[in-house]
């Protein structure tokens, strides 16, 4: 019995080794790489390894050479078996201005190891609360939207171009 409790806290102590110790910076870097061809580019950012996690913050984001958002934090847990990032303070460019509200408090970023095909999103801002759902396999998304009074009130065409749900919020479906 000794035996097997020694082995399993030997397995969990390397583990959690293995994963406090994982060259999160050099991780992030690669995933970079990899987003600039499809024209996607973080800059100005400051990476800062806390063990566990890799804080980023002070990130402008560019799509397609434009500068798109603001990101003031953003927190990312790369474990494996349950990846996760969590991003605050978001400020979208003014020329979103128009279709949609500029800030965004908080978003998160969820995927799993017991469903690794899909990944899970919520966001709160100033348009209210959106949870979605990316599916890998199927190459969509699904999006639900409760918009807050001001989306409801200035963003009316925006809202247009989403279902309305029998609950009375907004639903938006995308195939990539």
């Known amino acids: 019995m000794k035996k097997i409790a020694l082995y399993l806290l030997y397995t969990i102590l390397f583990f959690g080794a293995l994963l406090f110790f994982t060259p999160k910076e050099s991780v992030y870097y690669f995933a970079e790489g990899q987003l600039k061809p499809l024209g996607v580019i973080l800059a100005h950012e400051e990476a800062v390894d806390h063990g566990f996690t890799l804080e980023l913050t002070h990130i402008d984001l560019y799509v397609q050479k434009i500068k798109s958002a603001e990101i003031g934090s953003v927190t990312l847990g790369i474990f494996g078996f349950y990846n996760s990032a969590a991003a605050a303070d978001i400020l979208l460019d003014k020329t979103f201005e128009a279709f949609f509200p500029p ?74």
């Open 103 to 176: 800030l965004i408090q908080r978003a998160e970023l969820h995927q799993s190891l017991i469903d690794p095909l899909h990944i899970n999103a919520n966001a709160v801002g100033d348009f209210g609360e959106a949870e979605a759902r990316v599916d890998l396999l199927e190459r969509s998304v699904q999006l639900f939207l409760k918009p807050s009074r001001l989306m409801r009130t200035r963003y009316k065409s925006t809202l247009r171009q989403l279902k309305k749900t029998k609950e009375g919020d907004y639903s938006y479906e995308y195939k990539f």
